[in-house]
């Protein structure tokens, strides 16, 4: 059972995160002691009783993030997949997925996946002056996923790396967004890691689809607003997997065309971007964009002579944001980075209200000692009548390897013929960024299929820079 004293809280002068080990939560992103934006439940025991409903709030998504075929999936490597869900579908990894789990906290000097002297990923050094802001904080946690969980082959290693980094400056970093002055106020980094646990196990030479994500819930207003629907959002993306009446990908895409209800795009990076509820569609917005080639934007790591074994997975890095996401009425803006090829977007239209009490700084009643106090029981908590989150009152970012990307660029089928049009848009993305595809332990496969392989390390990171404008 977890409790707000299971909480790790990361701190810097202007940004703070708590990360409650349940599910690997990311529980609140408080902007200079006063605006979190992050969604989150009002009590921290109650995220232990919104399985039955999960509520998929700033978790770790996996073993796959978004939609697979439920049931049995055989790939080009002869690994099979053996995967649970109603209606032909397995949403987020399955019924008892990484956001249900307990992960472990890790001290550093024992991670299996990060290194001491990570050269993306460092320890810092003490700082010089014990009196000086703290310019980084940071904490890491592991998961076993032990073979056949859920129905994926090979047992699986995962550690999570959350980082706060403070602005260069003190009082933040002049900026500008949507032609506006603003203040860099710092960054969280999510760095997700895994690799397949040599025990053994027949299967490993066959590999493991592997696919995470943090699945970020962002409310920027404090529940001042109605909705989300006044937030304005531009993504570095004009085309979508195309998807079938369940929500499954097909292998095609969609492209994004001007003007249109999906078109976050046209605006261009340094904007005026557009409102999230101009021309919003009859449903809302639950669509999987696929980011624009980064040949233009990247610039190498250095990939020659790596000093640790975590160097093989060195990314070409992003140098500009790939999604930006602000709110006119609380003057922040939060541009967001990573490695990963799409970012699924969510304006949680089926939410009503009825789950779990909000957190109070989005509008949520106060808690009432006396009536929800020790002698009310968590699993009582886990709905409300009219006290959670509404109808498009939040806007979730999960940014990710294409949907269903494993069962088109690596089904069993996938080498017969011409292969469908999102395994070789995948394909030519990793080309483009330069990446190793080779199979074997050095290379990264993995970002043209999501197949991991026997001695790979899969790896899934996301930095948001949050921005106050003038």
Known sequence: MSNESDQVTL??????TTVLPYGHHITSLVVDHKTDVLAGFRDADVYHHSISNRAFLNAVVGRYANRLPSGETLLSTGAKLHLPGAAGV????????????????????QSLLFAQDDPDHPVPPPPSDPNEPVSESSTLHR???PAGAEGFPCSLEVEALVVVLAPVKRDGAHTTAEDKQGTSLGKVKVVLRAKIREDGDDDIAKGTPVNLTVHWGFRLDDGNDKDVLGHHLWLDSNKLAALDDSGLSTGALEPVKEGSPLDFFSQGREGPHRKIGDKYPEGGVDRNFLFSHPSSSLQPSPLDQPTSESSQWSPRLPTTPQAILTSPSSHLS??????????????????????PVRKEAHGGPARDADKDG???????????????YGADSLVFLEFQAPVGAVVHAA??????GERPELARW?????????VNLDEGKKGRSWEADTLLRKGQVYENWVEVEVVRLE
């Not at 939060?334 to 789950?355: E, H, I, K, M, W």
């Not at 020790?374 to 959670?388: F, M, V």
């Open 411 to 416: 089904g069993a089928h996938s080498g017969e």
């Open 143 to 145: 998961l076993y996923s």
């Open 374 to 388: 020790a002698a009310s029981a968590a699993k009582d908590r886990a709905t409300s009548k009219g006290d959670g």
């Open 426 to 434: 995948m394909r030519e993305r990793a080309e483009a960024q330069g």
């Open 334 to 355: 939060l541009r967001f980075t990573s490695n990963q090829s799409s970012v699924q977007v969510y304006t949680a239209p089926g939410l009503d209200g009825t789950g």
């Open 11 to 16: 701190d810097t002068p202007h940004l703070s």
């Open 90 to 109: 397995c949403l987020h990894g399955g019924e008892a997925a990484f956001d249900t789990l307990p992960w472990a906290p890790v001290e550093r000097s």
